[in-house]
């Protein structure tokens, strides 16, 4: 089974960026879609992006054409590229691996822990 380590969340100022990464440990890192949620503090857990196996993309309208979906299958790892950032992106950013291209969290088997992102003003 595969686990997920996020890294890269911190401090950014409005307009910044950020990349952050998710390793996946695991033979079977290939064979799922990969997906970015995040929660800020008091409310639900939302949809970022995805990735699928093949490297088909799709964004949340709130982070499309400012943030960048990808992988690396030879490394086992996942990027989210957040450009333009804004405070109301602030959040707990985690990632998740499941069987389907998904934007429902249910639908994702594994997380991470979650890395913080923090956007001023």
């Known amino acids: 089974q595969v686990q997920l380590v996020e890294s890269g969340g911190g401090l950014v100022q409005a307009g910044g960026s950020l990349r952050l990464s998710c390793a996946a440990s695991?033979?079977?890192?290939?064979?799922?879609?990969m997906g970015w949620f995040r929660q800020a503090p008091g409310k639900e857990r939302e949809f970022v992006a995805v990735?699928?196996?093949?490297?088909?993309?799709y964004y949340a309208d709130s982070v499309k054409g400012r943030f960048t979906i990808s992988r690396d299958n030879a490394k086992n790892t996942v990027y989210l590229q957040m450009n333009s950032l804004k405070p109301e992106d602030t959040a707990v950013y985690y990632c998740a691996a499941g069987d389907v291209v998904a934007v429902i969290s249910t639908e994702y088997r594994k997380w991470g822990q979650g890395t913080q992102v923090t956007v001023s003003s």
């Open positions: 695991g033979r079977t890192f290939s064979s799922y879609a």
């Open positions: 990735i699928s196996r093949s490297g088909g993309t």
